[in-house]
């Protein structure tokens, strides 16, 4: 699958294309249908389907000072979008002269700078400067300039409630990840560069593989069950300390896997880890001996819960 920046031209064979047009941060249930929608489009037709997303998050731009509360990178979207059945992945360079574009403008650009012919989005989809277009504007609008619209309606889940990324990121910051993964379809994941640490779990038998969270949302801090995804294509069980580690001085806020039986090197390897089930709340121990033994007691209860769950990439 291609990646393309809008502020590159559009390749002449991925011109005439049916877009999926959201932010689709998470690519949860409902971002999927949308996407759906828009390839069940293009392969009909015999045209290309694009997935577009934005980079950074216009929350970013306008707001600067927002805590991080991405659910994936732009790799992790790409991957998904691939999956999904794309045939290339649209970033839209989120800069200020993009969000000055009005409504009209936008989807000039759209339909005639990309030869875009047919956009899908969710039902509250808005575009342009001060988010002033509406999925009727992209429709009416569009149907102007030879471009066909249509939005998709939320997707609900069991509970009958609309899924979305706030509920995702309103599960993970309170632990609950079998909720944020019943709305992902998948566990949430955070991705990135194993880099080295102060190899003090190493010292006490649980060796970690110690990852920066970046811009990931960070889910409530405590211990997890958690699976890693390498690059080799092995998937390991472990369980995971994210947080700030109130053991050890000075606090260091991070993600640190541990996993079972694996004695290999990771460091400057970029891995996924899984976050499954939420174990307990961090705590800070008087001495090493409490230490370990909680760590060894974390980490029967991850086998245990991990040994009943299938692996969900």
């Excluded at 694009?50 to 991405?70: C, Q, S």
């Excluded at 990852?211 to 080799?232: C, E, F, N, S, T």
């Excluded at 993600?255 to 460091?267: N, T």
């Excluded at 939420?278 to 819960?305: F, S």
Aim: hydrophobic fraction near 45%; aromatic fraction near 8%.
């Amino acid at each position: 699958m291609e990646r393309l920046h809008s502020s590159d031209p559009m390749p002449a064979h991925l011109r005439g294309s049916i877009m999926a047009l959201g932010n689709f941060d998470g690519f949860h249930a409902g971002h999927q249908a949308v996407a759906s929608r828009a390839i069940e489009h293009a392969r009909a037709q015999g045209r290309p389907a694009i997935i577009a997303t934005f980079d950074p998050h216009p929350m970013r731009l306008f707001r600067p000072d927002t805590p991080w509360f991405r659910l994936t990178t732009l790799d992790q979207r790409e991957r998904l979008f691939a999956r999904a059945g794309a045939d290339a992945m649209l970033v839209f360079d989120f800069t200020p002269h993009l969000a000055t574009l009005g409504p009209e403008a936008f989807i000039r650009l759209l339909a005639e700078e990309w030869g875009v012919s047919g956009v899908v989005t969710g039902e509250d989809f808005t575009f342009g400067k001060d988010r002033a277009g509406s999925t009727i504007t992209l429709s009416q609008l569009g149907a102007t300039m030879g471009m066909a619209a249509e939005a998709v309606a939320p997707v609900a889940s069991a509970d009958g409630q609309i899924v979305s990324s706030t509920r995702v990121r309103q599960a993970l910051k309170s632990g609950d990840c079998g909720t944020a993964t019943r709305l992902l379809t998948r566990p949430f994941a955070i991705e990135n560069v194993v880099q080295h640490g102060d190899k003090l779990g190493r010292t006490i038998g649980f060796p970690t593989a110690n990852l920066d969270l970046a811009h990931y949302i960070r889910p409530a801090y405590g211990i997890y069950a958690v699976r890693g995804l390498l690059p080799d294509g092995r998937v390991l069980d472990g369980a995971a300390n994210l947080g700030i580690r109130p053991s050890f001085d000075p606090p260091k806020e991070l993600l640190e896997p541990h996993f079972f039986d694996f004695a290999e090197s990771l460091y400057d390897q970029r891995i996924e880890v899984q976050l499954i089930h939420y174990l307990r709340p961090e705590a800070k121990y008087d001495g090493l001996d409490a230490l370990m033994a909680a760590i060894a007691q974390d980490c029967e209860d991850a086998r245990q819960i991990l040994a009943g769950m299938p692996h969900v990439a």
